[in-house]
């Protein structure tokens, strides 16, 4: 059973830091497009940050550029999103998601992943 579980979610003040782990179960760990993604009340998904298992080059979007790190433990099955500098606009719940093929791909059928976590909810207060 594929399993993808987020923790290190939490309520901090602007400025302040969180790192959100995933750990992954249930299907190959190895060749699979990771990433974290997040969904604001009232606003659609957007992508956080993406990185590919078997060559960890990251991608990140704009919100999240120069604050926020993605890595893996590929020993673990555990890929982190470091997030620093928080601002109020980062309260959302966020999702981590799976899918075995390169992040080139996922890019270009529009991020739909095959496989996503439960989520975990950060808050940044002012």
């Known amino acids: 059973q594929v399993q993808l579980v987020e923790s290190g979610g939490g309520s901090v003040q602007a400025g302040g830091s969180l790192r959100l782990s995933c750990v992954a179960s249930?299907?190959?760990?190895?060749?699979?497009?990771m990433a974290w993604f997040r969904q604001a009340p009232g606003k659609e998904r957007e992508e956080v940050a993406s990185?590919?298992?078997?060559?960890?080059?990251?991608h990140y979007a704009n919100s999240s550029k120069d604050r926020f790190t993605i890595s893996l433990d590929n020993a673990k099955n555990t890929v982190y999103l470091q997030m620093n500098n928080l601002k109020p606009d980062d309260t959302a719940a966020y999702y981590c998601?799976?899918?075995?093929?390169?992040?080139?791909?996922?890019?270009?059928?529009?991020?739909?992943?095959?496989?996503w976590g439960q989520g975990t909810q950060v808050t940044v207060s002012s």
């Open positions: 990185i590919f298992t078997g060559a960890g080059v990251p």
């Open positions: 249930g299907f190959t760990y190895s060749s699979n497009c």
């Open positions: 998601a799976a899918d075995p093929v390169s992040c080139v791909i996922i890019s270009a059928r529009g991020y739909e992943f095959k496989y």
